[in-house]
Protein backbone atom coordinates (compact mmCIF):
# COMPACT_ATOMS: atom_id res chain seq x y z
CA UNK A 1 0.00 0.00 0.00
CA UNK A 2 0.94 3.32 -0.50
CA UNK A 3 1.38 6.26 1.88
CA UNK A 4 -1.45 7.50 3.57
CA UNK A 5 -3.72 10.41 2.99
CA UNK A 6 -1.28 11.27 -0.51
CA UNK A 7 -4.33 12.80 -2.22
CA UNK A 8 -3.97 13.27 -6.36
CA UNK A 9 -5.48 15.97 -8.05
CA UNK A 10 -9.43 14.82 -8.44
CA UNK A 11 -8.75 11.84 -6.25
CA UNK A 12 -9.09 11.70 -2.83
CA UNK A 13 -7.79 8.51 -1.59
CA UNK A 14 -5.04 6.87 -0.24
CA UNK A 15 -3.09 3.57 -0.52
CA UNK A 16 -3.07 0.80 1.42
CA UNK A 17 -0.81 -1.58 1.01
CA UNK A 18 2.62 -1.88 1.09
CA UNK A 19 12.29 -13.86 12.29
CA UNK A 20 12.04 -16.74 10.06
CA UNK A 21 10.40 -19.71 10.95
CA UNK A 22 8.13 -22.55 11.54
CA UNK A 23 6.72 -24.64 9.02
CA UNK A 24 2.89 -24.14 7.81
CA UNK A 25 2.16 -27.46 7.07
CA UNK A 26 3.03 -29.27 10.14
CA UNK A 27 0.53 -27.39 12.70
CA UNK A 28 -2.46 -26.92 9.81
CA UNK A 29 -2.56 -30.60 9.96
CA UNK A 30 -2.24 -31.31 13.38
CA UNK A 31 -5.49 -28.59 13.57
CA UNK A 32 -7.18 -30.76 11.58
CA UNK A 33 -6.44 -33.55 13.11
CA UNK A 34 -7.72 -32.20 16.79
CA UNK A 35 -11.19 -30.46 14.70
CA UNK A 36 -11.97 -34.01 13.78
CA UNK A 37 -11.08 -35.32 16.86
CA UNK A 38 -12.99 -32.61 18.87
CA UNK A 39 -16.11 -32.80 16.45
CA UNK A 40 -16.15 -29.11 15.52
CA UNK A 41 -14.02 -26.92 13.21
CA UNK A 42 -12.60 -23.42 14.31
CA UNK A 43 -10.09 -21.06 13.40
CA UNK A 44 -6.74 -21.72 14.72
CA UNK A 45 -4.63 -19.15 15.32
CA UNK A 46 -1.26 -21.06 15.58
CA UNK A 47 -2.03 -22.57 12.12
CA UNK A 48 -2.49 -19.15 10.74
CA UNK A 49 0.67 -17.66 12.85
CA UNK A 50 2.49 -20.91 11.15
CA UNK A 51 1.27 -19.68 7.28
CA UNK A 52 2.35 -16.26 8.11
CA UNK A 53 5.84 -17.36 9.07
CA UNK A 54 6.19 -20.13 6.30
CA UNK A 55 5.80 -17.21 3.52
CA UNK A 56 8.06 -14.80 5.42
CA UNK A 57 10.77 -17.68 5.76
CA UNK A 58 11.15 -17.30 2.32
CA UNK A 59 12.29 -13.83 2.15
CA UNK A 60 11.12 -10.82 0.34
CA UNK A 61 8.64 -11.88 -1.96
CA UNK A 62 9.47 -9.22 -4.30
CA UNK A 63 8.84 -10.29 -9.06
CA UNK A 64 11.81 -11.86 -10.35
CA UNK A 65 13.33 -13.36 -7.16
CA UNK A 66 13.82 -16.87 -5.97
CA UNK A 67 11.65 -15.78 -3.09
CA UNK A 68 8.80 -15.06 -5.07
CA UNK A 69 9.19 -18.18 -7.41
CA UNK A 70 9.47 -20.64 -3.89
CA UNK A 71 6.58 -18.63 -2.41
CA UNK A 72 4.18 -19.14 -5.32
CA UNK A 73 5.08 -22.94 -5.67
CA UNK A 74 4.25 -22.73 -1.66
CA UNK A 75 0.52 -21.52 -2.01
CA UNK A 76 -0.66 -23.50 -4.45
CA UNK A 77 -0.20 -26.57 -3.21
CA UNK A 78 -1.07 -25.25 0.32
CA UNK A 79 -4.25 -24.05 -1.45
CA UNK A 80 -4.48 -27.35 -3.63
CA UNK A 81 -4.40 -29.61 -0.21
CA UNK A 82 -7.96 -28.18 0.91
CA UNK A 83 -9.47 -26.65 -2.58
CA UNK A 84 -11.67 -28.24 -4.78
CA UNK A 85 -9.70 -26.58 -7.81
CA UNK A 86 -6.80 -24.00 -7.89
CA UNK A 87 -5.37 -22.07 -11.01
CA UNK A 88 -2.66 -19.89 -11.29
CA UNK A 89 -3.06 -16.74 -13.24
CA UNK A 90 0.15 -15.39 -15.02
CA UNK A 91 0.71 -12.53 -16.08
CA UNK A 92 2.58 -9.46 -17.38
CA UNK A 93 2.23 -5.60 -16.24
CA UNK A 94 3.78 -2.48 -16.52
CA UNK A 95 5.76 -1.27 -13.54
CA UNK A 96 5.30 2.81 -12.32
CA UNK A 97 9.27 3.20 -13.70
CA UNK A 98 8.10 1.48 -17.08
CA UNK A 99 9.44 -2.24 -16.69
CA UNK A 100 7.13 -4.99 -16.97
CA UNK A 101 6.93 -7.29 -14.14
CA UNK A 102 5.84 -10.64 -14.04
CA UNK A 103 3.29 -11.50 -11.52
CA UNK A 104 0.98 -14.35 -10.74
CA UNK A 105 -2.62 -14.31 -8.99
CA UNK A 106 -3.16 -17.63 -6.46
CA UNK A 107 -6.98 -18.85 -7.16
CA UNK A 108 -8.24 -21.28 -5.19
CA UNK A 109 -12.05 -22.50 -5.23
CA UNK A 110 -14.96 -24.11 -3.01
CA UNK A 111 -18.26 -25.73 -4.02
CA UNK A 112 -17.62 -24.96 -7.55
CA UNK A 113 -20.99 -25.57 -8.92
CA UNK A 114 -22.93 -22.92 -6.32
CA UNK A 115 -24.21 -20.35 -7.89
CA UNK A 116 -24.27 -18.19 -5.38
CA UNK A 117 -20.08 -16.94 -4.38
CA UNK A 118 -18.30 -15.24 -2.12
CA UNK A 119 -14.76 -13.83 -2.82
CA UNK A 120 -12.27 -13.68 -0.09
CA UNK A 121 -8.71 -11.95 -1.22
CA UNK A 122 -5.41 -10.63 -0.03
CA UNK A 123 -1.67 -9.41 -1.57
CA UNK A 124 0.97 -12.06 -1.18
CA UNK A 125 3.87 -9.90 -2.89
CA UNK A 126 5.91 -7.77 -0.57
CA UNK A 127 7.12 -4.31 -0.85
CA UNK A 128 10.47 -4.10 -2.78
CA UNK A 129 11.00 -0.77 -0.78
CA UNK A 130 11.48 0.12 2.64
CA UNK A 131 10.68 3.94 1.63
CA UNK A 132 8.92 4.93 5.05
CA UNK A 133 11.76 3.46 7.42
CA UNK A 134 14.17 6.22 9.44
CA UNK A 135 16.84 5.41 7.98
CA UNK A 136 17.19 6.84 4.45
CA UNK A 137 20.07 3.86 3.28
CA UNK A 138 17.11 0.89 3.69
CA UNK A 139 14.09 3.20 0.87
CA UNK A 140 16.00 0.98 -1.52
CA UNK A 141 15.50 -2.48 0.39
CA UNK A 142 12.71 -4.97 -0.14
CA UNK A 143 11.07 -5.90 3.12
CA UNK A 144 10.04 -8.84 4.50
CA UNK A 145 5.94 -7.75 4.60
CA UNK A 146 5.16 -10.05 7.55
CA UNK A 147 2.21 -8.18 8.15
CA UNK A 148 1.82 -5.40 4.89
CA UNK A 149 1.37 -8.91 2.93
CA UNK A 150 1.89 -11.99 4.75
CA UNK A 151 -0.78 -11.82 7.57
CA UNK A 152 -3.88 -11.41 4.97
CA UNK A 153 -2.80 -14.51 3.14
CA UNK A 154 -2.01 -16.66 6.38
CA UNK A 155 -5.73 -16.28 7.89
CA UNK A 156 -6.99 -17.21 4.40
CA UNK A 157 -4.74 -20.04 4.43
CA UNK A 158 -6.22 -20.98 7.40
CA UNK A 159 -9.47 -20.33 6.28
CA UNK A 160 -9.33 -22.34 3.66
CA UNK A 161 -8.15 -25.34 5.97
CA UNK A 162 -11.34 -25.25 7.87
CA UNK A 163 -13.60 -25.04 4.58
CA UNK A 164 -11.70 -28.07 3.78
CA UNK A 165 -13.02 -30.02 6.81
CA UNK A 166 -16.74 -28.60 6.52
CA UNK A 167 -19.61 -28.57 4.39
CA UNK A 168 -21.18 -25.20 3.35
CA UNK A 169 -23.31 -25.33 0.46
CA UNK A 170 -21.49 -21.12 -0.74
CA UNK A 171 -19.51 -21.26 -3.36
CA UNK A 172 -15.85 -19.45 -2.20
CA UNK A 173 -13.19 -18.26 -4.10
CA UNK A 174 -10.24 -17.09 -2.85
CA UNK A 175 -7.74 -14.55 -4.42
CA UNK A 176 -4.00 -14.22 -3.97
CA UNK A 177 -3.16 -11.05 -5.66
CA UNK A 178 0.49 -10.28 -6.73
CA UNK A 179 2.14 -6.70 -7.45
CA UNK A 180 -0.16 -4.96 -5.13
CA UNK A 181 2.87 -3.40 -3.43
CA UNK A 182 5.25 -2.64 -6.30
CA UNK A 183 3.61 0.87 -6.61
CA UNK A 184 5.70 4.26 -7.00
CA UNK A 185 8.20 4.86 -4.07
CA UNK A 186 7.68 7.90 -2.10
CA UNK A 187 11.12 8.94 -3.03
CA UNK A 188 10.33 9.48 -6.48
CA UNK A 189 8.19 12.44 -8.01
CA UNK A 190 4.62 11.67 -7.38
CA UNK A 191 2.61 12.32 -10.69
CA UNK A 192 -1.19 12.09 -11.17
CA UNK A 193 -2.51 8.81 -11.88
CA UNK A 194 0.33 7.12 -9.27
CA UNK A 195 -2.59 5.43 -8.17
CA UNK A 196 -2.80 2.89 -11.18
CA UNK A 197 1.13 1.59 -10.25
CA UNK A 198 -0.43 -0.04 -7.29
CA UNK A 199 -2.80 -3.16 -6.76
CA UNK A 200 -1.08 -4.61 -10.43
CA UNK A 201 -2.90 -7.82 -9.66
CA UNK A 202 -5.79 -7.38 -8.77
CA UNK A 203 -6.71 -4.79 -11.74
CA UNK A 204 -5.17 -7.49 -13.81
CA UNK A 205 -7.90 -10.08 -12.27
CA UNK A 206 -10.50 -7.81 -12.09
CA UNK A 207 -10.28 -7.28 -16.12
CA UNK A 208 -9.44 -10.96 -16.84
CA UNK A 209 -11.40 -12.86 -14.12
CA UNK A 210 -10.57 -16.56 -13.56
CA UNK A 211 -13.61 -17.44 -14.98
CA UNK A 212 -15.44 -15.61 -17.83
CA UNK A 213 -18.15 -13.25 -16.36
CA UNK A 214 -17.45 -14.12 -12.93
CA UNK A 215 -19.92 -12.51 -9.91
CA UNK A 216 -19.92 -12.87 -6.23
CA UNK A 217 -22.18 -11.77 -4.13
CA UNK A 218 -19.47 -9.90 -2.28
CA UNK A 219 -15.47 -9.72 -1.28
CA UNK A 220 -13.39 -9.40 1.65
CA UNK A 221 -9.99 -8.18 1.69
CA UNK A 222 -7.78 -8.92 4.21
CA UNK A 223 -4.75 -6.07 4.30
CA UNK A 224 -2.30 -5.56 7.12
CA UNK A 225 -4.25 -7.90 10.04
CA UNK A 226 -1.57 -9.27 11.94
CA UNK A 227 -0.80 -5.67 14.03
CA UNK A 228 -0.65 -5.72 17.62
CA UNK A 229 -3.85 -4.50 19.54
CA UNK A 230 -5.61 -3.72 15.90
CA UNK A 231 -8.22 -0.95 15.42
CA UNK A 232 -10.01 -1.99 12.18
CA UNK A 233 -11.58 1.72 11.02
CA UNK A 234 -14.66 1.04 8.83
CA UNK A 235 -12.75 2.06 5.79
CA UNK A 236 -14.02 5.04 3.16
CA UNK A 237 -13.70 3.09 0.24
CA UNK A 238 -15.58 0.09 1.43
CA UNK A 239 -18.57 2.81 2.83
CA UNK A 240 -18.55 4.14 -0.09
CA UNK A 241 -18.97 0.85 -2.31
CA UNK A 242 -20.29 -1.77 0.05
CA UNK A 243 -21.67 -0.08 2.96
CA UNK A 244 -24.49 -3.52 3.46
CA UNK A 245 -21.10 -5.56 3.97
CA UNK A 246 -19.41 -3.65 5.84
CA UNK A 247 -21.99 -3.59 8.63
CA UNK A 248 -22.37 -6.95 8.94
CA UNK A 249 -18.88 -7.61 9.16
CA UNK A 250 -19.02 -4.95 12.21
CA UNK A 251 -22.25 -5.98 13.48
CA UNK A 252 -20.52 -10.18 13.34
CA UNK A 253 -17.47 -8.88 14.74
CA UNK A 254 -19.83 -7.18 17.31
CA UNK A 255 -21.50 -10.12 18.08
CA UNK A 256 -18.68 -12.50 18.80
CA UNK A 257 -16.89 -9.80 21.49
CA UNK A 258 -14.45 -7.94 19.02
CA UNK A 259 -15.82 -4.58 19.01
CA UNK A 260 -12.46 -3.35 20.62
CA UNK A 261 -11.09 -4.51 17.23
CA UNK A 262 -14.19 -3.89 14.82
CA UNK A 263 -14.76 -0.01 15.52
CA UNK A 264 -17.27 2.15 14.42
CA UNK A 265 -15.04 4.49 13.15
CA UNK A 266 -14.88 6.04 9.58
CA UNK A 267 -11.78 5.99 7.84
CA UNK A 268 -10.45 8.41 4.52
CA UNK A 269 -10.75 6.35 1.20
CA UNK A 270 -7.61 4.34 0.68
CA UNK A 271 -6.30 2.62 -2.81
CA UNK A 272 -6.14 -0.98 -1.94
CA UNK A 273 -6.93 -4.07 -3.94
CA UNK A 274 -11.29 -3.78 -3.46
CA UNK A 275 -10.58 -0.29 -5.20
CA UNK A 276 -10.25 -1.77 -8.31
CA UNK A 277 -12.91 -4.81 -7.45
CA UNK A 278 -15.10 -2.41 -6.73
CA UNK A 279 -14.37 -0.22 -9.87
CA UNK A 280 -13.96 -3.08 -12.40
CA UNK A 281 -16.25 -5.90 -11.51
CA UNK A 282 -18.52 -4.30 -9.64
CA UNK A 283 -18.62 -6.91 -6.86
CA UNK A 284 -19.30 -4.92 -3.71
CA UNK A 285 -15.60 -5.75 -1.55
CA UNK A 286 -15.15 -4.10 2.19
CA UNK A 287 -11.21 -4.26 3.31
CA UNK A 288 -10.52 -5.04 6.54
CA UNK A 289 -7.59 -3.03 7.45
CA UNK A 290 -5.71 -1.50 10.98
CA UNK A 291 -5.60 1.53 10.81
CA UNK A 292 -3.24 4.08 13.49
CA UNK A 293 -4.14 7.51 13.37
CA UNK A 294 -1.01 8.14 15.55
CA UNK A 295 1.27 7.13 13.17
CA UNK A 296 2.75 8.96 10.70
CA UNK A 297 1.57 7.24 8.07
CA UNK A 298 -1.57 6.67 9.37
CA UNK A 299 -0.99 2.47 9.06
CA UNK A 300 0.94 0.50 11.77
CA UNK A 301 4.07 2.02 12.97
CA UNK A 302 6.58 -0.08 10.77
CA UNK A 303 4.32 0.12 7.59
CA UNK A 304 7.15 -0.09 4.51
CA UNK A 305 10.16 0.04 7.08
CA UNK A 306 12.61 -3.14 7.60
CA UNK A 307 10.84 -3.46 10.75
CA UNK A 308 7.88 -5.22 9.11
CA UNK A 309 8.81 -8.68 10.37
CA UNK A 310 7.76 -11.83 11.53
CA UNK A 311 8.09 -9.93 15.64
CA UNK A 312 5.36 -8.36 15.11
CA UNK A 313 2.80 -10.38 13.95
CA UNK A 314 0.05 -11.24 16.84
CA UNK A 315 -1.85 -14.70 16.68
CA UNK A 316 -4.91 -13.02 18.66
CA UNK A 317 -4.94 -10.64 15.86
CA UNK A 318 -5.08 -13.13 13.30
CA UNK A 319 -7.65 -15.51 14.96
CA UNK A 320 -9.99 -12.01 15.58
CA UNK A 321 -10.05 -11.52 11.85
CA UNK A 322 -10.51 -15.42 10.91
CA UNK A 323 -13.24 -15.85 13.47
CA UNK A 324 -15.76 -12.40 12.14
CA UNK A 325 -14.64 -13.59 8.45
CA UNK A 326 -15.69 -17.51 9.06
CA UNK A 327 -18.62 -16.51 10.72
CA UNK A 328 -19.85 -14.37 8.01
CA UNK A 329 -19.57 -16.44 4.89
CA UNK A 330 -20.41 -19.61 6.55
Request: proline residues 3%; charged residues 20%; glycine residues 8%.
Amino acid sequence: MQRTYFIYLLLALCVACGGRGVSGGDIADEANSNSRSEGHIAFNADSAFSFVARQVAFGPRVSGSKAHKECASYLEKTLAKYAHKTVLQEFSARRWDGATVHGINIIASFNLSAAQRVLLCAHWDSRPYADNDPLTENYRTSIDGANDGASGVGVLLEIARVLSACNTQTGIDIVLFDLEDCGKPRFETANYGDEKTWCLGSQYWSENPHIQNYRASYGILLDMVGVKNPRFKQEGTSVYYAPDVLNNVWKTASALGYGSAFVYEKSTPLIDDHLFINQITGIPTIDIISLDGSSNSGFFKHWHTTEDNLSNVDKKSLKTVGDVVLKVIL
